[in-house]
């Protein structure tokens, strides 16, 4: 199919610029100045575009659809999960597949990989480590052969059996070194975690207690520890769901040390904070690392916009309410919240002066945190997350004027919540469009399960001189 998307605002690395885009098939095959494409394709499908954005379609790098089993399952699979993304603007997810037992890397991924075969969009996989062995070096090429260059590690959760011991990090850092494989970290520092919970004598700490529990210095020490290493093996290091400042100031003496951090924040560490679990339903509220306060809040908010902070993703892990509220004791609450459908919309406010009446949301940083970095990051560049022709045809058209309030009743999450619910916004995604299919239109769903295709990711940029 062609579809002529006519006289939008289109929104490059750079600068907006209005044009027009024609979509061939799966491609964008032209983007020229406004009414210059006259020999359109017989059967080619027009829209007016105008007075709306056109983005390279949003990626998620961080989600967790299709999540554990039974009565432990995320509520959304990966097809739910994914359609929630869709109508929020994102055309490719990265989720993680777990070290199985007995199995290879590329093993591991591949069972991983079909599970996600549902998805509504495109999608790709970050790779757990959880022990070393000694055919790790071969798995690691063979993982990076199958398209997965970046693997993840967590510095905590020892009940759930993912953690990788710090005595582990200098071996495998040096493998990702050579092998040019992106480590992203979930940092928080178990032995930091463990003096906080000697320290509190509540025998059942309710969802208030969870900040305290699990405070902002094991968040710090975690990346100052893990960042050293990195910098040691002369390795980029990602840090995952950065929630405080404290935190923030780590990434920022590492970097200043010489070290190569990328930074990754969520909505959540934006607009919430722990007073949320202070209320009746807090445990609704709760995900690891915590939510903080507001001044972390507006440290994170200005890292975002500065450039400081490369990457937006969602850390999307929802679970039904009732699984969540059931457990008095913040530590069996499981940990995770839903939003993929509303980050979209909350940019869109971050990233506006605020000014009434007039269009000044920046949707150049919007699309650089939320599509042009993750590709880059994450080898899909520029195939993913640009415009340029040749390229997927991955659009996400923005209403700037669209206004509303999120609400649990509307939202696609089969979590059937929002943490977001009340908040006013301005600017929504209306129309998406994946590899030239509309997927959402008037913010409906109308993809298919099913419609996503695995994306094998190349070399991080982060590994090329220069960066991103
Ligand atoms: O609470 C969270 N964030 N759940 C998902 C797993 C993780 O640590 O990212
Ligand atoms: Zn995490
Ligand atoms: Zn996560």
Same mark, same amino acid.
């Given at each position: 199919?062609?579809?002529?998307?006519?006289?939008?605002k289109?929104?490059?690395?750079d600068?907006?610029?209005?044009?027009?885009?024609?979509?061939?098939?799966?491609?964008?095959?032209?983007?020229?100045?406004?009414?210059?494409? #006259?020999?359109?394709?017989?059967?080619?499908?027009?829209?007016?575009?105008s %007075?709306? @954005? /056109?983005? =390279? *379609?949003?990626?998620?790098?961080?989600?967790?659809?299709?999540?554990?089993?039974?009565?432990?399952?995320?509520?959304?699979?990966?097809f739910?999960?994914?359609?929630?993304?869709a109508?929020?603007?994102?055309?490719?997810?990265?989720?993680?597949?777990?070290?199985?037992a007995?199995?290879?890397?590329?093993?591991?991924?591949?069972?991983?990989?079909?599970?996600?075969?549902?998805?509504?969009?495109?999608?790709?996989l970050?790779q757990g480590?959880?022990?070393?062995?000694?055919?790790?070096a071969?798995?690691?090429?063979?993982l990076?052969n199958?398209? #997965?260059?970046?693997?993840?590690?967590?510095?905590?959760?020892?009940?759930? %059996?993912? @953690? /990788?011991? =710090? *005595?582990?990090?200098?071996?495998?850092?040096?493998?990702?070194?050579?092998?040019?494989m992106?480590?992203?970290?979930?940092?928080?520092?178990e032995t930091?975690?463990?003096?906080?919970?000697q320290?509190?004598?509540?025998?059942?700490?309710?969802?208030?207690m969870h900040?305290?529990l699990?405070p902002?210095?094991?968040?710090?020490?975690?990346i100052?520890?893990?960042?050293?290493v990195a910098?040691?093996?002369?390795?980029?290091?990602?840090?995952?769901?950065?929630?405080s400042?404290m935190?923030?100031?780590a990434?920022?003496?590492?970097?200043?040390?010489?070290?190569?951090?990328?930074a990754?924040?969520?909505?959540?560490y934006?607009?919430?904070?722990?007073?949320?679990?202070?209320?009746?339903?807090?445990a609704?509220?709760?995900?690891?690392?915590?939510?903080?306060?507001?001044?972390?809040?507006?440290?994170?908010?200005?890292?975002?916009?500065?450039g400081?902070?490369d990457?937006i993703?969602?850390?999307?892990?929802?679970?039904?309410?009732?699984?969540?509220?059931?457990?008095?004791d913040?530590?069996?609450?499981?940990?995770?919240?839903?939003g993929s459908?509303e980050?979209?919309?909350?940019?869109?406010?971050?990233?506006?002066?605020?000014?009434?009446?007039?269009?000044?949301?920046?949707?150049?940083?919007?699309?650089?945190?939320f599509?042009?970095?993750?590709?880059?990051?994450?080898?899909?560049?520029?195939k993913?997350?640009?415009?340029?022709?040749?390229?997927?045809?991955?659009?996400?058209?923005?209403?700037?004027?669209?206004?509303?309030?999120i609400?649990?009743?509307?939202?696609?999450?089969?979590?059937g919540y929002?943490?977001?619910?009340?908040?006013?916004?301005?600017?929504?995604?209306?129309?998406?469009?994946?590899?030239?299919?509309?997927?959402v239109?008037?913010?409906?769903?109308?993809?298919?399960?099913?419609?996503?295709?695995?994306?094998?990711?190349?070399?991080?940029?982060?590994?090329?001189?220069?960066?991103?």
């Amino acid at each position: 199919m062609n579809i002529l998307l006519r006289g939008g605002k289109c929104v490059f690395s750079d600068r907006i610029r209005q044009k027009d885009i024609l979509i061939a098939g799966e491609a964008i095959s032209r983007v020229e100045d406004p009414d210059t494409v #006259i020999d359109l394709p017989p059967g080619t499908l027009c829209f007016d575009m105008s %007075g709306k @954005y /056109l983005l =390279p *379609g949003f990626i998620d790098a961080h989600t967790h659809y299709g999540l554990g089993e039974g009565e432990d399952a995320t509520a959304d699979d990966f097809f739910s999960g994914s359609k929630a993304a869709a109508v929020g603007g994102v055309t490719t997810f990265i989720d993680f597949a777990d070290q199985l037992a007995d199995k290879t890397l590329a093993e591991s991924a591949g069972i991983r990989i079909n599970e996600a075969k549902d998805s509504a969009v495109d999608f790709s996989l970050h790779q757990g480590i959880y022990r070393m062995h000694r055919n790790i070096a071969d798995e690691l090429y063979e993982l990076r052969n199958s398209g #997965i260059t970046a693997l993840k590690i967590f510095t905590t959760y020892k009940e759930f %059996g993912v @953690y /990788l011991d =710090p *005595g582990e990090w200098n071996g495998l850092f040096g493998l990702c070194r050579d092998s040019r494989m992106l480590v992203c970290v979930h940092a928080e520092d178990e032995t930091v975690l463990e003096a906080a919970a000697q320290r509190s004598a509540d025998a059942s700490p309710g969802p208030e207690m969870h900040p305290i529990l699990r405070p902002a210095e094991a968040e710090a020490s975690a990346i100052r520890k893990a960042g050293r290493v990195a910098k040691e093996n002369n390795l980029p290091l990602y840090i995952v769901h950065v929630s405080s400042e404290m935190a923030m100031d780590a990434v920022r003496r590492l970097r200043e040390d010489g070290a190569v951090i990328i930074a990754e924040t969520a909505p959540h560490y934006l607009f919430l904070t722990e007073e949320k679990l202070k209320t009746a339903d807090g445990a609704l509220y709760l995900m690891t690392p915590p939510l903080r306060k507001t001044k972390d809040n507006d440290v994170l908010k200005a890292a975002l916009k500065s450039g400081e902070i490369d990457i937006i993703a969602t850390d999307h892990c929802s679970y039904p309410p009732g699984r969540k509220t059931r457990f008095p004791d913040c530590r069996k609450i499981p940990a995770g919240i839903p939003g993929s459908g509303e980050a979209a919309s909350l940019l869109c406010s971050l990233f506006s002066d605020g000014a009434e009446g007039v269009n000044s949301t920046d949707f150049v940083s919007i699309a650089r945190v939320f599509s042009e970095m993750p590709a880059r990051v994450f080898g899909l560049y520029p195939k993913k997350g640009s415009l340029l022709p040749g390229t997927d045809a991955d659009i996400t058209v923005i209403s700037p004027d669209a206004e509303g309030i999120i609400s649990s009743e509307t939202v696609n999450t089969l979590a059937g919540y929002t943490p977001y619910d009340g908040v006013r916004y301005r600017g929504a995604p209306s129309m998406i469009i994946l590899r030239g299919e509309i997927i959402v239109e008037n913010g409906i769903f109308c993809g298919k399960r099913g419609g996503g295709r695995f994306q094998a990711c190349r070399e991080s940029e982060v590994f090329q001189q220069g960066g991103p």
